[in-house]
């Protein structure tokens, strides 16, 4: 019987980088550096010690996901497959009441995102080394920091006791004092002149029973459907071993509540409203209850935004039809046709197969916010990205989409 489990999680839609990133086809699948995507790259990282691996996605991705897998160098053990996304701390209490059941409550489980990007995989596999090995001999959940590099809104930050980080010398397990999810610019820019600050990296390693305990104790919802959903999903694939299991929305009972989804829509306004990420649902609030390892000053970045992948490109190999001469702090993608950039600095350009985009690095954030692009048409294929400081052009320009321009 298995006593470490890492669950990765490849379900997000990957809103920051639309549309780069889309629902049928998001982030961690895409090979948005060097000739592998993000997830065969965490995978084959995972594969190189000795904890076997769960995915943790979305169903309808899960084609193509067998497909990226299928290789000899990449391998992983169970999945887990949503029909639903009900966010992370939904999708880490079913991996955790599966791995009790299989696996006992005290096997220790790590989560880890599939949309990051590590410059030396071996800061990765020493660090899960000493989280599972801590998470062993303690009931605590532990997370992983990093040194901050820039001030960013898209990251969360932890913050080590001082005398904490005083006593113990760096890639040391740290008292935490307090968790802030996402701040401002401003706010982190104030933030990262503190030395006891990191960002939050998204790992966490605990026994399965110490999840399951902390989720039952500050998310009852999240915890009794997610129990009620896997053992379902495994007595009906118990005949395949439970190899890969599906999550299927039922009737749900929850204590002195019974809900009935009948419509779609019913189920996204349900989901929406009760479930959240599991830093908001649940880690914020036993912050008494969390340690976090300290990495230090190592090559780590977020690549659900494309200043992340920018950052993150500058550590590994362009694609094979990208060539990029003397162009700084720019991003690069071309689905299928060559691309040569010469001399940009501080852009990104998407040569995708139905439209080509070129926009500062300073709108890409606009992204995220608005699900809109201010883009100027050239053509049938091209649009551009421009800084409009027109009240009236910005006001109407706000209210079209792309396939209205």
Avoid at 296 to 323: C, K, M, Y
Avoid at 379 to 386: E, G, L, S
Wanted: hydrophobic share 35%.
């Amino acid at each position: 019987m298995k006593d470490l489990i890492a669950g990765i999680m490849c379900g997000g839609a990957g809103k920051r980088l639309w549309p780069l990133s889309q629902e049928s086809k998001p982030k961690q699948l895409l090979k948005l550096i060097g000739n592998q995507s993000s997830l065969q790259r965490i995978i084959s990282i995972i594969n190189k010690s000795n904890i076997d691996v769960t995915l943790i996605g979305n169903k309808i991705h899960r084609n193509e996901i067998i497909e990226q897998t299928s290789s000899e160098k990449l391998h992983f053990n169970t999945a887990i497959w949503e029909n639903e996304g009900r966010n992370t701390a939904f999708a880490i209490s079913s991996f955790a009441h599966k791995v009790k059941k299989e696996n006992g409550e005290n096997a220790v489980i790590v989560i880890i995102p599939s949309d990051q990007y590590w410059g030396d995989e071996n800061v990765l596999i020493k660090g899960l080394e000493k989280i599972s090995n801590y998470a062993r001999k303690n009931n605590k959940i532990v997370c992983v920091g990093v040194k901050p590099q820039f001030a960013s809104s898209d990251y969360g930050y932890v913050f080590i006791h001082q005398k904490s980080n005083q006593k113990r010398k760096k890639e040391s397990i740290k008292k935490i004092e307090k968790f802030c999810e996402k701040p401002s610019v401003e706010i982190a820019n104030h933030y990262i002149q503190n030395n006891n600050c990191f960002w939050n990296s998204g790992i966490y390693c605990a026994k399965a029973k110490v999840f399951l305990n902390e989720i039952r104790k500050h998310a009852p919802e999240v915890f009794f459907e997610s129990q009620k959903l896997v053992e379902r999903a495994m007595n009906d694939n118990e005949k395949n071993n439970n190899r890969e299991i599906f999550l299927q929305v039922h009737d749900v009972d929850i204590p002195n509540q019974k809900i009935n989804f009948k419509l779609l829509d019913d189920i996204k306004v349900y989901l929406n409203k009760s479930f959240d990420s599991i830093d908001k649902a649940v880690i914020e609030k036993c912050q008494n209850n969390v340690v976090c390892l300290d990495l230090g000053d190592v090559v780590w970045e977020d690549i659900g935004s494309f200043i992340g992948l920018t950052r993150a490109s500058q550590h590994s190999p362009n694609q094979e039809n990208i060539t990029m001469i003397n162009t700084c702090n720019s991003y690069a993608y071309s689905d299928e046709k060559p691309l040569y950039v010469l001399g940009a600095d501080n852009i990104v350009i998407l040569n995708l197969s139905d439209k080509i985009i070129v926009m500062d690095q300073k709108y890409a954030d606009q992204i995220k916010r608005n699900n809109y692009l201010p883009l100027t048409k050239v053509n049938d294929n091209t649009i551009i990205m421009k800084n409009f400081t027109d009240p009236k052009i910005l006001s109407k320009i706000a209210s079209l989409k792309i396939s209205d321009i």
